[in-house]
């Protein structure tokens, strides 16, 4: 079961936060800082796993983002990489060409689509096509006509 | 695809720098949100920042409550105000509007809603219960959108307690025509199982029922539940091996919708999930494997597209063939696998590779053989991540022969690395390492101080400890002990006269210590010296008060000649007046002891550390101060339990905390720094309580029991208590040299043969031969911790007077034992050749029988009894039988004519309690063992019938148990011993709660040996439920009524009521007690208030009320886990009714 997901910037800002389980603000606050630090200062090219306190690191970096999650131990780190990567796949066919900064000016959007795509640490749907089905049908049956205009085109 | 995302994000950065206002607007041109975002990036110094978002949070403060906003606008707000938050800022002001954004919007703001209140909150805060309503009304809804909406939140975070309340409406989504809400009330139910199982216990046939659903995505949300559940308890789930088989077939044969596929995989999250589930079930189980190994190999031969999916359900499936009973096809087909693992050029599945070796490396040492000159690659790979779990391979075919240079290694790493949590890691892996494979004393001792200042103040207490217990007891030759420590002293010598400033504290302690105890053993060292140098110590800065203390105690046992006292001293000098008075008690012992030398060779003799300490428990010499201050009007001398009660009663404080701090305390001075300054002040701050805590009078055996706990980190001591023994083994040094070891490499012909190769090359074969020595097929490797054959240089003295015979049990006995336990633990032939003649393994029993001392050996087991009473239970306890109802059915095996007759053998003091029956645990050819409970006021003694069914003597029989949810603690000395043809053998261990489980399990292993014939062992398991440590509690409705508020840990749920007779309440409060032995308090109209305990004194209470023909139960205790395990007890107990 994954415990979290982080999305920073190279500079160490942070995107988007989900827990998984129950922590504490402060211990939050350590978390973000010391896996920041830990993924920001590897070289590129190297593992994408890394060990931290007694959870793996799985983290892979998209263009000026690094998708980072916290797994528990039994779990599959491969599987997990590719977890990230449909999800990046996800917003990508959301946004269309997504970058940094869809996410940052539409960070909700993104944990909605989050939210249809992983449901309490484990993949909710694995199928492409339903997730933004069931994004897109929230989205259309409730926007008003304006927030649909606002919406980045495509 | 994931190309083109790549490029296109590789191109962005450049457009947020320098393109950021225009590439912003074309995103949210009028929004606050993006003027925030925007006025944020523009700043240049984290201070600004800082006062522009405090304004923000000012302006949206005023907004939120301000009456007027619309719920249009208090949404935007929300959005603002995460974002505040996730940037690190206190937002805690808006987490009531958005629970009310939540509440009151329209459904694209209660989504927003709902999303702040995911992220503000979590399941333990208090606002939550505010949302429990809001969900139930939208579950409840006729929107679509509004249903997912309320149970994507509540598969996120719910409060445990108010589930019940929203139970049957997710029950109810299973129905739901459309899939994704089946899902996601799947999903919802999964949380639920995750934070409170027993709240869904009464619900699976409905998870049965998600399994078999139409839609895939819907079973796949399913096995989520299944593998939590096969996880906690795989027998109750082998029939559903077949179909799990089946839908992995389908899926692997490509049967699901294209949908389900990912880059052309079909449905790799559901192969993997099955996969995980198939190795749960098949692990230890030979039958259920069988029907497995099919699939596993298809699985193999599909996955064959080079992408990261395939290596995924590829490395699945190689844990899930090594978890399984092994197969040896498949296990080839694994091996090869993972060389294309380890082989890989990509970082991520090398990494991998080396995890499933160290991995396997427990069942075939060769395979690490095959892979040598790749692990020494990444040996020396610049990542560190893949050097790391290089070393964690390494340490894992650690042996005899090998251990210098993997040590070596492992310091090299240890010295670059910064992090705290893998030096504490390795630390101990090394310490671990040396001391069972040291190939000699200067190795060791030069090892252990790099350790020492290496692994610094992080490391864990007990390698510094131990390491001076080693110190202190010795080994086999007085010579050789005496060898060690003066190296020790004289590597210590020189270190101080280095810089000791640089060494962490832990090390300046064993140092002074070992100093203090050990410098008479060198005979060019004048203690002036050494008490010189110990005094340049008080006198750095960097000293901390707890070392000085140390020192001081050092400098105490040294202080003799001229010199050395007028160093003691100046030193007394300044310390007397310290504001420490730990530090001031210190200086004044050695200003006293240094004049007075009788008094000093008296208080501290020399070598003492072999003689076992004499404790004057009862404290005499205290009786006359005692009785004079009684006659002056002192209170007298209460126990601490007594004073804990008088505080409950009069204060209601909790009595948790402070149950076992003293015992502990007490056993945590070990006998290795008997001198030491922790000791001393932990005795002084005692003395008061001593009746308490006080061994048997004057008894010579120092107290053991309880060491363990204190000392032991999960699983490393395990593999370290069993060199308390055997000291009378003779040591054929395993000291190699370099000639030696060069001939051991030679008999490797499996070593790859590589063509004449250049200087670095060569060299990496040379480190290759010296790490990989001794894993070829002959050599003795063994690889579970337990049972190590290798020779072993350091071990312990047997402690205390044991008597010699008693020695000579111990060592036959460890004969015995070894090679069984070996053999049973390792699948196939790696030890049939290599078990050597000194064998260092004893069981956990070892330690509490030389504890137990001669007090018990008359204990109590082999008593034959012909009274005709043994069997009934004492009526007194309520309804002897019923004990027996929650438990596994046992059943007789029609062969065992024994069976019925083992009641006569339970021992003496036992018979008049109530017993559980006496269930056959297993049996072979020649040994058939049953087990049966007797519930005793503080304990639940377990005792184990061992019948020898063959027709010669067992001599030998050596029974060790152990337990996860259990503190198991043998009764007398009965568990070595012997058992004639055709009797009856009676081990009686005592049982007590560690933590509470619905169902505990105490796994054990008999090893025995024939007279002729090799050594055997026989594994078992005894489960018992929790209902058995459960006694009634008798307390007045006042007491209880004080006791119900200070719990801490509760639980409510309905259950059903018994309504067949006048008065439901009675009845069914009734049939609790007589089923679970509760004490019913009071029964006030449709209220009833129970109360019982876990043994002596863990209470639990228990509040009922009828309510709408149903009996709403509160649980309340100051234990966790309490109960809930007692809830589902009750559960059970009125279902079987």
Same mark, same amino acid.
């Given at each position: 079961?994954?415990?979290?997901?982080?999305?920073?910037?190279?500079?160490?800002?942070?995107?988007?936060?989900?827990?998984?389980?129950?922590?504490?603000?402060?211990?939050?606050?350590?978390?973000?800082?010391?896996?920041?630090?830990?993924?920001?200062?590897?070289?590129?090219?190297?593992?994408?796993?890394?060990?931290?306190?007694?959870?793996?690191?799985?983290?892979?970096?998209?263009?000026?983002?690094?998708?980072?999650?916290?797994?528990?131990?039994?779990?599959?780190?491969?599987?997990?990489?590719?977890?990230?990567?449909?999800?990046?796949?996800?917003?990508?066919?959301?946004?269309?060409?997504?970058?940094?900064?869809?996410?940052?000016?539409?960070?909700?959007?993104?944990?909605?689509?989050?939210?249809?795509?992983?449901?309490?640490?484990?993949?909710?749907?694995?199928?492409?096509?339903?997730?933004?089905?069931?994004?897109?049908?929230?989205?259309?049956?409730?926007?008003?006509?304006?927030?649909?205009?606002?919406?980045?085109?495509? | 695809?994931?190309?083109?995302?790549?490029?296109?994000?590789?191109?962005?950065?450049?457009?947020?720098?320098?393109?950021?206002?225009?590439?912003?607007?074309?995103?949210?041109?009028?929004?606050?949100?993006?003027?925030?975002?925007?006025?944020?990036?523009?700043?240049?110094?984290?201070?600004?920042?800082?006062?522009?978002?405090?304004?923000?949070?000012?302006?949206?403060?005023?907004?939120?409550?301000?009456?007027?906003?619309?719920?249009?606008?208090?949404?935007?707000?929300?959005?603002?105000?995460?974002?505040?938050?996730?940037?690190?800022?206190?937002?805690?002001?808006?987490?009531?509007?958005?629970?009310?954004?939540?509440?009151?919007?329209?459904?694209?703001?209660?989504?927003?809603?709902?999303?702040?209140?995911?992220?503000?909150?979590?399941?333990?805060?208090?606002?939550?219960?505010?949302?429990?309503?809001?969900?139930?009304?939208?579950?409840?809804?006729?929107?679509?959108?509004?249903?997912?909406?309320?149970?994507?939140?509540?598969?996120?975070?719910?409060?445990?307690?108010?589930?019940?309340?929203?139970?049957?409406?997710?029950?109810?989504?299973?129905?739901?025509?459309?899939?994704?809400?089946?899902?996601?009330?799947?999903?919802?139910?999964?949380?639920?199982?995750?934070?409170?199982?027993?709240?869904?216990?009464?619900?699976?046939?409905?998870?049965?029922?998600?399994?078999?659903?139409?839609?895939?995505?819907?079973?796949?949300?399913?096995?989520?539940?299944?593998?939590?559940?096969?996880?906690?308890?795989?027998?109750?789930?082998?029939?559903?091996?077949?179909?799990?088989?089946?839908?992995?077939?389908?899926?692997?044969?490509?049967?699901?919708?294209?949908?389900?596929?990912?880059?052309?995989?079909?449905?790799?999250?559901?192969?993997?999930?099955?996969?995980?589930?198939?190795?749960?079930?098949?692990?230890?189980?030979?039958?259920?494997?069988?029907?497995?190994?099919?699939?596993?190999?298809?699985?193999?031969?599909?996955?064959?597209?080079?992408?990261?999916?395939?290596?995924?359900?590829?490395?699945?499936?190689?844990?899930?063939?090594?978890?399984?009973?092994?197969?040896?096809?498949?296990?080839?087909?694994?091996?090869?696998?993972?060389?294309?693992?380890?082989?890989?050029?990509?970082?991520?599945?090398?990494?991998?590779?080396?995890?499933?070796?160290?991995?396997?490396?427990?069942?075939?040492?060769?395979?690490?053989?095959?892979?040598?000159?790749?692990?020494?690659?990444?040996?020396?790979?610049?990542?560190?991540?893949?050097?790391?779990?290089?070393?964690?391979?390494?340490?894992?075919?650690?042996?005899?022969?090998?251990?210098?240079?993997?040590?070596?290694?492992?310091?090299?790493?240890?010295?670059?690395?910064?992090?705290?949590?893998?030096?504490?890691?390795?630390?101990?892996?090394?310490?671990?390492?040396?001391?069972?494979?040291?190939?000699?004393?200067?190795?060791?001792?030069?090892?252990?101080?790099?350790?020492?200042?290496?692994?610094?103040?992080?490391?864990?207490?007990?390698?510094?400890?131990?390491?001076?217990?080693?110190?202190?007891?010795?080994?086999?030759?007085?010579?050789?002990?005496?060898?060690?420590?003066?190296?020790?002293?004289?590597?210590?010598?020189?270190?101080?006269?280095?810089?000791?400033?640089?060494?962490?504290?832990?090390?300046?302690?064993?140092?002074?210590?070992?100093?203090?105890?050990?410098?008479?053993?060198?005979?060019?060292?004048?203690?002036?010296?050494?008490?010189?140098?110990?005094?340049?110590?008080?006198?750095?800065?960097?000293?901390?008060?707890?070392?000085?203390?140390?020192?001081?105690?050092?400098?105490?046992?040294?202080?003799?000649?001229?010199?050395?006292?007028?160093?003691?001293?100046?030193?007394?000098?300044?310390?007397?007046?310290?504001?420490?008075?730990?530090?001031?008690?210190?200086?004044?012992?050695?200003?006293?002891?240094?004049?007075?030398?009788?008094?000093?060779?008296?208080?501290?003799?020399?070598?003492?550390?072999?003689?076992?300490?004499?404790?004057?428990?009862?404290?005499?010499?205290?009786?006359?101060?005692?009785?004079?201050?009684?006659?002056?009007?002192?209170? !007298?001398?209460?126990? #601490?339990?007594?004073?804990? $009660?008088?505080?409950? /009663?009069?204060? &209601?404080? %909790? *009595?948790?905390?402070?149950?076992?701090?003293?015992?502990?305390?007490?056993?945590?001075?070990?006998?290795?720094?008997?001198?030491?300054?922790?000791?001393?002040?932990?005795?002084?701050?005692?003395?008061?309580?001593?009746?308490?805590?006080?061994?048997?009078?004057?008894?010579?055996?120092?107290?053991?029991?309880?060491?363990?706990?204190?000392?032991?980190?999960?699983?490393?001591?395990s593999?370290?208590e069993p060199?308390?023994?055997?000291?009378?083994?003779?040591?054929?040094?395993?000291?190699?040299?370099?000639?030696?070891?060069?001939?051991?490499?030679?008999?490797?012909?499996?070593? !790859?043969?590589?063509? #004449?190769?250049?200087?670095? $090359?060569?060299?990496? /074969?040379?480190? &290759?031969? %010296? *790490?990989?020595?001794?894993?070829?097929?002959?050599?003795?490797?063994?690889?579970?911790?337990k049972s190590?054959?290798?020779?072993?240089?350091?071990?312990?003295?047997?402690?205390?007077?044991?008597?010699?015979?008693?020695?000579?049990?111990?060592?036959?006995n460890s004969?015995v034992s070894t090679?069984s336990t070996a053999?049973d633990l390792?699948?196939?032939?790696?030890?049939?050749?290599?078990?050597?003649?000194?064998?260092?393994v004893s069981s956990p029993e070892q330690t509490s029988q030389?504890?137990?001392?001669?007090?018990?050996?008359?204990?109590?087991?082999?008593?034959?009894?012909?009274?005709?009473?043994?069997?009934?239970?004492?009526?007194?306890?309520?309804?002897?039988?019923?004990?027996?109802?929650?438990?596994?059915?046992?059943?007789?095996?029609?062969?065992?004519?024994?069976?019925?007759?083992?009641?006569?053998?339970?021992?003496?003091?036992?018979?008049?309690?109530?017993?559980?029956?006496?269930?056959?645990?297993?049996?072979?050819?020649?040994?058939?063992l049953?087990?049966?409970?007797?519930?005793?006021?503080?304990?639940?003694?377990l005792?184990v019938?061992i019948?020898?069914?063959?027709?010669?003597?067992?001599?030998q029989i050596l029974l060790e148990l152990d337990s996860?949810?259990?503190?198991v603690s043998c009764?007398?000395?009965s568990a070595v011993?012997?058992?004639?043809?055709?009797?009856?053998?009676?081990c009686?261990y005592?049982?007590?709660?560690?933590?509470?489980?619905?169902?505990?399990?105490v796994v054990g292993m008999v090893s025995y040996?024939?007279?002729?014939?090799?050594?055997?062992s026989v594994q078992f398991s005894y489960?018992?439920?929790?209902?058995?440590?459960?006694?009634?509690?008798?307390?007045?409705?006042?007491?209880?009524?004080?006791?119900?508020?200070?719990?801490?840990?509760?639980?409510?749920?309905?259950?059903?009521?018994?309504?067949?007779?006048?008065?439901?309440?009675?009845?069914?409060?009734?049939?609790?007690?007589?089923?679970?032995?509760?004490?019913?308090?009071?029964?006030?109209?449709?209220?009833?208030?129970?109360?019982?305990?876990?043994?002596?004194?863990?209470?639990?209470?228990?509040?009922?009320?009828?309510?709408?023909?149903?009996?709403?139960?509160?649980?309340?205790?100051?234990?966790?886990?309490?109960?809930?395990?007692?809830?589902?007890?009750?559960?059970?107990?009125?279902?079987?009714?």
């Open positions: 079961m994954m415990r979290f997901l982080l999305l920073f910037s190279r500079q160490g800002k942070l995107r988007l936060q989900k827990w998984f389980t129950p922590v504490t603000d402060r211990e939050k606050k350590k978390v973000i800082r010391d896996v920041t630090m830990l993924v920001l200062a590897r070289p590129p090219r190297s593992c994408n796993f890394l060990h931290w306190r007694d959870l793996k690191v799985v983290y892979k970096r998209y263009a000026s983002l690094y998708f980072c999650t916290g797994l528990e131990n039994q779990d599959n780190e491969l599987l997990t990489l590719e977890v990230l990567h449909r999800y990046v796949e996800l917003l990508d066919k959301y946004f269309g060409n997504v970058c940094e900064l869809d996410i940052i000016f539409n960070f909700e959007k993104a944990y909605f689509i989050l939210d249809e795509f992983l449901m309490g640490g484990e993949v909710l749907e694995t199928s492409k096509v339903a997730v933004s089905v069931s994004v897109e049908e929230a989205d259309t049956l409730q926007e008003t006509m304006e927030e649909y205009m606002s919406k980045p085109a495509y | 695809m994931s190309d083109v995302v790549e490029k296109t994000l590789t191109a962005l950065p450049s457009l947020l720098s320098l393109d950021s206002h225009s590439g912003a607007t074309k995103l949210s041109s009028t929004s606050k949100l993006g003027n925030l975002i925007r006025g944020i990036t523009e700043l240049t110094s984290k201070h600004e920042e800082e006062k522009l978002v405090q304004r923000e949070l000012v302006s949206i403060k005023e907004q939120v409550s301000s009456p007027n906003t619309s719920m249009r606008q208090m949404k935007e707000l929300m959005v603002r105000a995460i974002y505040c938050e996730m940037l690190g800022y206190e937002t805690s002001f808006s987490y009531i509007h958005a629970i009310k954004l939540a509440q009151q919007g329209t459904a694209l703001e209660k989504r927003v809603g709902y999303l702040a209140v995911s992220l503000f909150l979590n399941e333990s805060h208090e606002l939550l219960l505010l949302l429990v309503n809001t969900v139930l009304k939208d579950l409840q809804s006729t929107n679509l959108i509004e249903v997912c909406m309320a149970l994507t939140v509540v598969g996120q975070m719910f409060p445990k307690d108010m589930i019940p309340a929203i139970l049957p409406l997710v029950e109810e989504k299973l129905n739901h025509p459309k899939e994704i809400i089946r899902r996601k009330a799947v999903l919802a139910l999964y949380k639920f199982y995750l934070i409170a199982p027993n709240q869904v216990q009464h619900i699976h046939n409905k998870f049965r029922k998600a399994l078999c659903d139409k839609d895939p995505g819907v079973m796949a949300a399913s096995l989520h539940i299944y593998l939590q559940m096969i996880q906690d308890n795989p027998e109750g789930y082998k029939d559903l091996t077949a179909s799990f088989v089946t839908i992995l077939k389908q899926v692997v044969g490509g049967k699901l919708p294209m949908d389900f596929n990912y880059h052309s995989v079909p449905a790799p999250w559901l192969q993997i999930q099955l996969l995980r589930i198939l190795s749960f079930l098949g692990k230890n189980d030979q039958s259920s494997s069988e029907i497995i190994y099919e699939v596993l190999d298809e699985s193999l031969r599909r996955a064959e597209i080079n992408h990261n999916i395939t290596y995924a359900i590829l490395y699945e499936c190689v844990k899930c063939i090594y978890t399984i009973h092994p197969k040896s096809e498949l296990l080839e087909k694994a091996a090869k696998c993972i060389g294309n693992f380890v082989l890989s050029p990509k970082m991520n599945l090398k990494y991998l590779g080396l995890k499933a070796l160290t991995y396997v490396v427990q069942q075939d040492p060769k395979l690490a053989l095959q892979h040598q000159m790749t692990i020494i690659e990444c040996l020396d790979h610049p990542d560190l991540i893949i050097k790391r779990e290089t070393l964690e391979l390494l340490f894992r075919i650690t042996n005899a022969q090998n251990v210098t240079v993997i040590v070596e290694k492992m310091l090299e790493f240890l010295r670059v690395n910064k992090d705290d949590y893998t030096t504490i890691d390795l630390v101990g892996k090394v310490a671990e390492l040396a001391e069972k494979y040291a190939p000699d004393n200067e190795w060791f001792i030069e090892t252990m101080s790099t350790v020492f200042s290496v692994g610094g103040d992080v490391m864990q207490p007990d390698i510094p400890n131990s390491f001076l217990k080693l110190l202190s007891e010795g080994f086999d030759s007085v010579e050789e002990d005496r060898k060690l420590r003066l190296f020790a002293v004289d590597s210590y010598v020189s270190l101080l006269q280095g810089e000791p400033g640089k060494l962490p504290q832990r090390f300046l302690q064993v140092i002074s210590w070992v100093l203090g105890e050990y410098s008479y053993l060198s005979e060019e060292l004048e203690a002036a010296t050494v008490l010189r140098l110990l005094a340049k110590l008080l006198d750095m800065k960097s000293t901390s008060s707890e070392t000085k203390s140390w020192v001081l105690v050092a400098m105490t046992k040294l202080c003799e000649g001229g010199a050395g006292v007028s160093v003691a001293q100046e030193v007394c000098e300044t310390y007397s007046s310290s504001l420490d008075t730990v530090l001031r008690q210190r200086a004044q012992e050695l200003q006293h002891l240094s004049q007075d030398c009788e008094l000093r060779a008296r208080v501290l003799p020399r070598d003492a550390g072999l003689e076992p300490l004499e404790v004057d428990s009862s404290l005499s010499f205290l009786d006359g101060f005692v009785s004079e201050a009684l006659a002056a009007g002192a209170a !007298p001398y209460k126990p #601490p339990h007594q004073r804990q $009660e008088e505080l409950a /009663q009069s204060k &209601a404080l %909790s *009595l948790e905390p402070y149950g076992l701090s003293l015992p502990i305390s007490m056993s945590s001075c070990s006998i290795a720094d008997r001198q030491s300054p922790t000791l001393l002040s932990v005795s002084s701050g005692l003395s008061g309580d001593s009746p308490d805590l006080s061994h048997k009078g004057g008894s010579t055996t120092l107290k053991l029991d309880g060491v363990k706990r204190v000392w032991g980190r999960e699983g490393y001591l593999q370290r060199v308390e023994e055997s000291a009378h083994v003779e040591v054929p040094s395993p000291l190699r040299s370099p000639s030696q070891q060069g001939e051991a490499e030679s008999s490797h012909s499996q070593t !790859p043969a590589t063509t #004449p190769t250049p200087q670095p $090359e060569q060299e990496k /074969q040379q480190l &290759a031969s %010296s *790490l990989f020595v001794g894993l070829g097929s002959h050599s003795s490797v063994c690889l579970m911790g190590e054959p290798t020779t072993q240089r350091f071990r312990r003295k047997a402690k205390g007077p044991v008597s010699p015979s008693a020695a000579s049990e111990q060592i036959s004969l090679p053999n390792l699948c196939n032939n790696l030890l049939d050749s290599s078990v050597t003649s000194e064998l260092s030389l504890s137990q001392g001669p007090a018990a050996a008359n204990g109590t087991c082999d008593v034959e009894l012909t009274d005709g009473d043994v069997k009934e239970s004492s009526p007194s306890l309520v309804g002897g039988n019923s004990v027996v109802a929650a438990d596994p059915a046992p059943h007789e095996d029609p062969d065992r004519p024994e069976g019925l007759c083992l009641n006569t053998h339970l021992p003496a003091e036992l018979s008049g309690l109530c017993h559980s029956e006496i269930t056959p645990l297993c049996s072979n050819q020649s040994l058939d049953s087990a049966c409970h007797v519930q005793k006021e503080d304990s639940l003694a005792v019938f019948y020898n069914s063959s027709d010669s003597d067992i001599q996860d949810e259990l503190e009764v007398c000395d011993q012997g058992a004639r043809s055709h009797s009856v053998a009676v009686q005592s049982l007590t709660v560690k933590r509470p489980s619905v169902h505990v399990e040996q024939f007279p002729v014939g090799t050594p055997q489960k018992l439920p929790l209902t058995g440590f459960i006694r009634p509690l008798t307390v007045s409705t006042e007491e209880y009524g004080t006791m119900w508020l200070d719990f801490s840990h509760d639980t409510k749920q309905k259950l059903t009521l018994i309504s067949d007779g006048q008065e439901p309440l009675a009845d069914t409060l009734n049939v609790l007690k007589k089923k679970l032995q509760l004490h019913v308090v009071e029964i006030i109209g449709m209220e009833g208030i129970v109360a019982c305990r876990l043994l002596r004194d863990q209470p639990c209470l228990m509040h009922c009320r009828l309510h709408a023909g149903t009996l709403s139960v509160w649980l309340r205790s100051p234990v966790p886990d309490l109960p809930d395990c007692l809830m589902y007890h009750c559960q059970r107990a009125l279902q079987e009714h």
